[in-house]
């Protein structure tokens, strides 16, 4: 099983940045797909998931309206296209693939991808 993040960088604030999670080794579209980040001394935080082959979204109330989170099942691929950028935004970026399939929990978790916001 692999997630490969990419796609973060630099940005200034009011920017944009896309985020690509490719997925390999599991029946990708069986799965919820979610991106969750962490910035510097603070917790690990949803940020966005998206339903398995259905593709209902969910965000954080920081992001909603900034950040969009979309799946292509065909491609294995999901994406988190970041707009309006702000310096809280800075933050090492997983993403995170779950199921449950009884009676076992599947949880994935890709290295991250850093994304920092600066002027």
């Known amino acids: 099983v692999q997630l490969v993040e990419s796609g973060g960088g630099l940005a200034q604030p009011g920017g944009s940045l896309r985020l690509s999670c490719a997925a390999s080794?599991?029946?990708?579209?069986?799965?919820?797909m979610s991106w969750y980040r962490q910035a510097p001394g603070k917790e690990r935080e949803l940020v966005a998931s998206?339903?398995?082959?259905?593709?209902?979204?969910n965000y954080a109330d920081s992001v909603k309206g900034r950040f969009t989170m979309s799946r292509d099942n065909a491609k294995n691929t999901v994406y988190l296209q970041m707009t309006s950028l702000k310096p809280e935004d800075t933050a090492v970026y997983y993403c995170?693939?779950?199921?449950?399939?009884?009676?076992?929990?599947?949880?994935?978790w890709g290295q991250g991808t850093r994304v920092s916001v600066s002027s």
């Open positions: 998206i339903a398995s082959a259905g593709g209902g979204t």
């Open positions: 080794g599991f029946t990708f579209s069986s799965y919820k």
């Open positions: 995170n693939a779950a199921t449950s399939w009884y009676p076992y929990d599947y949880d994935y």
